[in-house]
């Protein structure tokens, strides 16, 4: 089955920096690739995705590239605001119902 | 629209003691999931349901049975609680369709 490994497990970065959060997969049938954001005490909220047909995507200050022949994908946040800490999880996913996540990486934003 | 709710929020067992949680959703969605979060693991899949009436095991479904009562509700049951089963549970549900997964609010459960 698939096995997604993600890292670091933890970063911290000045505000105003970028993070990079670095994830591997093991089916190259994965075809969806989410990320979520876990803030303290509450459930994962989806923050940006992308699908295999498509290298990058972007939002405002949130990147995710792919990378299908080396089967991993990379989450980047630009500059970085406190409201930026949390745990962030990658995921993949060839079924349309069914994903995987990986283990987390917790991100500190240092003043 | 309330989205994923999950009861109780928080549930102190003892090794031994049976329960069931609770999930609902108001979004008609298809697909709904059970998950437990432990330290250092990330979100492991206990069990979901493609659909109303369908029910597949996911990485850990022993010690577990699940319920898809209907479209909106998604039960989760610890028929005999061991402390292997102390987590954070999360429900979630998602149109099916390879999009977004909606997560609750989570329950913290405590066995002794």
């Known amino acids: 089955g698939e096995n997604v490994e993600q890292h670091p497990s933890t970063l911290s970065v000045q505000e105003g920096d970028s993070a990079v959060i670095k994830c591997t997969y093991s089916?190259?049938?994965?075809?969806?690739f989410p990320w979520y954001k876990q803030e303290l005490g509450k459930g994962p909220q989806l923050i940006i995705d992308?699908?295999?047909?498509?290298g990058e995507k972007k939002d405002q200050r949130i990147a995710v590239t792919l990378n299908k022949t080396a089967k991993h994908f990379s989450l980047h946040i630009t500059e970085t605001q406190p409201e930026d800490s949390a745990v962030y999880f990658c995921?993949?996913?060839?079924?349309?119902?069914?994903?995987?996540f990986g283990k987390g990486t917790r991100l500190h934003i240092l003043p | 629209n309330a989205g994923v709710t999950q009861t109780p929020k928080f549930q102190v067992l003892k090794t031994g003691q049976s329960m069931t949680l609770q999930c609902a959703q108001d979004?008609?969605?298809?697909?709904m999931y059970w998950y437990r979060q432990d330290p250092g693991m990330g979100l492991r899949l206990i069990y979901y349901?493609?659909?109303?009436?369908?029910?597949d095991k996911g990485e850990v479904p022993n010690g577990y049975n699940v319920s898809r009562l209907n479209k909106r509700e998604f039960s989760l049951r610890l028929e005999s609680a061991a402390p292997s089963q102390t987590s954070v549970y999360f429900c979630?549900?998602?149109?099916?369709?390879?999009?977004?997964?909606?997560f609750g609010p989570g329950t913290r459960l405590t066995v002794t």
């Open positions: 992308i699908r295999s047909n498509v």
């Open positions: 979630a549900s998602s149109t099916g369709s390879g999009g977004e997964q909606y």
């Open positions: 979004m008609n969605h298809n697909s």
């Open positions: 089916d190259s049938a994965s075809n969806y």
């Open positions: 995921a993949a996913s060839h079924r349309d119902d069914k994903i995987i």
């Open positions: 349901s493609a659909s109303e009436g369908t029910t």
